[in-house]
C-alpha cells in the first residue's frame, strides 16, 4: 500500500494550510506524506497561526510558506484549498476539496482559535479516511 500524499493550498500558505499541514503531520505522522503550499506565498508563517497551533502542543514556527508548483499538485493525492479560487491548478483524476474557512490574517488569537478548532475536526476525518490505524 502507498503512503497518500495531501497538499494543503491557501492564498499565503501562512495560516489555514500551515496549520492544517501540522496537524495532518501531528495526527497521522509518517502514514501520510503532507505537503502545503500557497499562490502568492508571505513571507513567514501567521504569528497567531504558530500561537494558536502552540497551544495544541504542535510547532509550525520554522515552517515557511511554499509557493505552490504543478509538481506538487501532480505529486498529491488529495489537494485540499482553502480560499484559493481559481489560482489553484486543476489536473483531472486528482480528489480535490475545498474547505470554507475564514482567513486568520489579521485576526487575534481568540479569532483563531476557532478555525483551528475546525481545522483539527477535518484533518481528524480525512486522518480516519486516509490513513486508519490498525485494529489492536
Sequence with gaps: M???TVLFV???NAG???MAAGYLQ???GDRVEVLSAGSQPADQVNPVAVAAMAEEGIDI???Q???LTESAVR???VVITMGCGDE???FPGKRYEDWVLDDPAGQGLDAVRPIRDEIRRRVEALVAELAPTAPD
Excluded: I, Y
Design 2 to 4: 502507498t503512503t497518500p
Design 10 to 12: 491557501c492564498v499565503h
Design 16 to 18: 489555514r494550510s500551515q
Design 26 to 28: 501531528h495526527l497521522a
Design 61 to 63: 514556527a520554522t515552517e
Design 65 to 67: 510558506p511554499k509557493v
Design 75 to 77: 505529486e498529491a493525492d
Design 88 to 90: 489553484c491548478p486543476f
